[in-house]
């Protein structure tokens, strides 16, 4: 067995042991792919990060929306879903599996991205690659069929869809927007939401799961204001991990370069874009994705999607799967708006304060919440020791409290603590079972951040053990202060001596 799979493998069993994501589901009946639960540490994880997400979007002046999963064939032929959300499929002329042409061809040759490659070249590559169906062995059929991703469903009779990404339903309420906003554009929204893809063979895990929950934000911007930007200049002498097409092109590694000098060299289109670019790095920053695991990489134009002039996407380098998409950042130009305007009926043009009649371009900060939950679990998983080093600020729990022995009052000091922390905000665990060293183990493998004991000396002094996951050092703090000082550990950089006295 590789030492990849191995690894997939024993991340993929920790995971589950561990309640952060089951499946797929359901589990009792055999399960279909792509399809999985958050079980408790995982909804715990997911939610962290998520308000990460939320955090840093309304710091950017952003506003949550949130819109129905459900809309009518109509919205789906305006945005160009029905026509062009489809993959190129083959059939195995044996078994009559059916696999993505490209996928296959990512999976099987050194050739990193198949997107948006020709059926005759998709048909090519498999012929003198020598490709056979993963199931059987088989040759595939001579043709590509196009596959929409689409979930079609039905409301008392009307054919209708599950929503394939967040985006599309975010701009339909436009209108009511400019008015929110009071007639000014930029206008920032943003909607976090689940979304369905009918994926053919859903592979790497919830990384490719047929159900999962999208992070959008959507920007509308004046057309001729994509130069004039005004938060441009904070962010021009940040430094971004840019892979541009022409790096790619000649193989080179990415660069840590200014915003300032990608725009001299002709990599970003736009001041509002870049800035754009930046909000995308500071997410995965701020959910704590080390800064060497993340580049930006330009889209190719035969990768493009049907709505995007310009595309970079943020990739995260996985223990388990390589480089990994995890954001687009797209500039959509009038498409979205301009289709809707025709395909409704309703002027979607704007008046803007110059006198000048608009219709808005969209620039969209394109991701999901399934994918970054995945990232930390497989970045931060220490296969050796059975441990998950989460970063500390989105732990799924803060803080485990132990009584020492289930004996002499000490388990109602225990349970007043935990009340106090929940109290505080903190998401707390109470834990009674088994010796002091197999519930450290235990809340290692979960990612606790910190442990609290209560023992005989507590009584006397009214002080608590306070134990670090990472260097498993121990301090011993006042109850009294304890909240204060879980609170400075966990946000701040301090070092986990200054807490206490170490012990
Ligand atoms: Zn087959």
């Not at 059987?136 to 001579?142: A, D, S, V």
């Not at 979930?151 to 394939?164: C, D, F, H, I, L």
């Not at 505080?424 to 004991?453: L, P, W």
């Not at 121990?474 to 400075?488: A, D, F, H, P, W």
């Amino acid at each position: 067995m590789s030492e990849k799979k191995d690894f997939v493998e024993e991340l993929d069993s920790h995971v589950k042991q561990n309640g952060f994501i089951w499946g797929p589901e359901p589990e009792i009946y055999n399960g279909l792919a792509g399809f999985y639960t958050y079980g408790p540490s995982g909804k715990l994880l997911k939610n962290k990060l998520e308000n990460v997400m939320r955090d840093v979007f309304r710091d950017h002046k952003f506003y949550e929306v949130e819109a129905p999963i459900i809309m009518p064939k109509k919205v789906w032929e305006a945005s160009g879903h029905l026509e062009t959300f489809i993959d190129p499929m083959v059939l195995c002329s044996k078994c009559d599996s059916s696999y993505r042409a490209d996928k296959l061809i990512e999976e099987k040759t050194k050739i990193e991205t198949a997107d948006g490659f020709s059926d005759e070249k998709l048909l090519n590559i498999l012929d003198d690659e020598g490709i056979k169906c993963p199931s059987c062995g088989g040759g595939f059929k001579k043709e590509v069929h196009d596959y929409n991703l689409m979930m079609k469903t039905s409301v008392a009779g009307q054919e209708s869809y599950n929503r394939p990404e967040t985006a599309t339903t975010t701009y339909l309420p436009f209108k009511r927007y400019w008015r929110f906003f009071r007639k000014k554009l930029p206008m920032k929204v943003f909607q976090i939401g689940k979304a369905f893809r009918n994926e053919i063979s859903p592979r790497q895990h919830v990384l490719r799961g047929r159900e999962f929950t999208q992070a959008e934000g959507q920007i509308f911007v004046h057309p001729d204001h994509k130069n004039s930007w005004n938060e441009y200049d904070k962010v021009k002498e940040t430094k971004l991990p840019l892979y541009s097409e022409e790096m790619q092109n000649q193989e080179k590694k990415w660069e840590m370069i200014t915003i300032k000098e990608a725009r001299k060299k002709g990599y970003l289109s736009s001041e509002a874009y870049s800035w754009c670019l930046s909000v995308a790095y500071d997410l995965f920053v701020s959910i704590g994705i080390p800064k060497n695991r993340i580049r930006l990489r330009e889209h190719g134009d035969d990768e493009k999607s049907h709505y995007a002039r310009e595309a970079w996407d943020v990739e995260i380098r996985l223990d388990s799967f390589g480089w990994t998409e995890v954001c687009g950042v797209h500039d959509r130009t009038d498409y979205d708006l301009s289709s809707h305007d025709k395909y409704s009926h309703e002027d979607l043009s704007v008046t803007t304060n110059d006198g000048k009649k608009v219709i808005p371009h969209i620039l969209e900060i394109a991701f999901g919440t399934d994918r970054p939950t995945f990232a930390v679990l497989d970045i931060f998983f220490d296969m050796e020791e059975g441990v998950l080093n989460i970063p500390k600020h989105v732990a799924p729990i803060d803080v485990s409290v132990f009584p020492l022995v289930s004996k002499e009052g000490l388990p109602d000091i225990a349970e007043e603590i935990y009340r106090q922390l929940h109290e505080q905000k903190f998401d707390v665990e109470y834990d009674d079972r088994g010796s002091i060293g197999k519930r450290y183990a235990r809340n290692d493998a979960k990612g606790t951040a910190v442990c609290v004991t209560v023992d005989f000396d507590t009584k006397k002094d009214d002080t608590v053990t306070m134990r670090d996951r990472n260097s498993q050092e121990q301090v011993r703090v006042k109850i009294s202060e304890l909240s204060n000082k879980l609170e400075r550990w966990l946000y701040t950089d301090m070092n986990f001596e200054d807490l206490g006295e170490l012990v």
